[in-house]
């Protein structure tokens, strides 16, 4: 049997047990069904939100989430070459992003309702704020960690200032894509709090509906629901890049 055959057993029998463990507690009544409600108690709530839009307010959760980490990557890059090439701006601009990576977004939601209202823009900004500072100064990092033989070779070859860009972004494609899956998690985890803000669809109004009604069930089908997609988009980035960056993940055997 192969490694990843076993490592897929052993997940799939943990699940199970969870499962079991999980249906165990609720049926011996040693846990009210307000903090845990049966696994088919879950279920029938799963399948009665699946008939009412579940799927829709998950795909607009995505939505706001890639939309988001798109933007935040569109200006991390260039302002992170940018810092990387020009010592004033460096000098400028690191204490700020340095000061706002620290900031907790959730104190900072008065203020972007304030400047933006209630619409779509301050939830994509919660979003954008949680992610941008952390990627740009994680893909600074990287250009700094690229191998000088890159740029003596750029020298040789006589590459302009474009062309220099470009050879960076390429040298680090690979830590550029595992920060990608990085921020598209870590925005996954700010993006309920941003869908609080006066949200009539996305999968925290689902959560706030539940919380509203007392309905737990409903709110452990969220949750889940979360759970599975976030797994899903992260298994599937981690399939794509090791196709996408063979080289990384190469073998030189010394003879």
């Known amino acids: 049997m192969s490694q990843k055959a076993k490592q897929l057993l052993i997940g799939l029998g943990l699940f199970l047990l969870?499962?079991?463990v999980w249906y165990i507690a609720t049926r011996t009544g040693?846990?009210?069904?307000?903090?845990?409600?049966?696994?088919?108690?879950?279920?029938?709530?799963?399948?009665?939100?699946?008939?009412?839009?579940?799927?829709?307010?998950?795909?607009?959760?995505?939505?706001?989430?890639?939309?988001?980490?798109?933007?935040?990557?569109?200006v991390?890059?260039?302002?992170?070459i940018l810092l990387y090439w020009n010592?004033?701006?460096?000098?400028?601009?690191?204490p700020?992003?340095?000061?706002?990576?620290?900031?907790?977004v959730p104190a900072l939601i008065p203020l972007l309702i304030i400047f933006f209202g209630i619409g779509e823009t301050a939830k994509i900004s919660v979003?954008?704020?949680?992610?941008?500072?952390?990627?740009?100064t994680?893909?600074?990092?990287?250009?700094?960690?690229?191998?000088?033989e890159y740029y003596e070779l750029a020298y040789v070859l006589h590459f302009n200032k474009r062309q220099t860009y470009l050879m960076q972004i390429r040298a680090m494609l690979p830590e550029l894509w595992d920060t990608l899956r990085i921020s598209i998690g870590l925005c996954w985890t700010y993006v309920i709090i941003a869908e609080l803000i006066a949200t009539d669809i996305g999968i925290g109004?689902?959560?706030?509906?539940?919380?509203?009604?007392?309905?737990?069930?409903?709110?452990?089908?969220?949750?889940?629901?979360?759970?599975?997609?976030?797994?899903?988009?992260?298994?599937?980035?981690?399939?794509?890049?090791?196709?996408?960056?063979?080289y990384r993940y190469m073998r030189v055997e010394v003879s």
């Not at 010592?87 to 690191?94: E, G, I």
């Not at 994680?138 to 000088?148: A, C, E, G, Q, Y």
């Not at 007392?214 to 599975?228: F, N």
Request: aromatic share 14%; proline share 3%; with cysteine.
């Open 30 to 74: 040693g846990v009210d069904s307000l903090f845990l409600p049966s696994p088919e108690q879950v279920f029938h709530s799963f399948i009665t939100l699946s008939k009412g839009g579940l799927w829709m307010h998950v795909g607009v959760t995505s939505l706001r989430v890639l939309v988001a980490v798109v933007l935040s990557f569109v």
């Open 87 to 94: 010592k004033t701006s460096r000098a400028v601009l690191s």
């Open 127 to 136: 979003l954008f704020i949680g992610t941008f500072f952390q990627a740009t």
């Open 205 to 246: 109004r689902v959560i706030k509906e539940a919380q509203r009604f007392s309905d737990s069930s409903k709110l452990y089908v969220a949750i889940i629901v979360i759970g599975i997609v976030g797994l899903c988009v992260d298994q599937a980035m981690k399939w794509y890049g090791r196709r996408l960056f063979r």
């Open 76 to 80: 991390a890059i260039p302002l992170a």
């Open 96 to 104: 700020v992003t340095d000061f706002m990576r620290y900031l907790p």
């Open 18 to 20: 969870v499962i079991f």
């Open 138 to 148: 994680l893909i600074f990092d990287f250009i700094k960690n690229i191998h000088r």
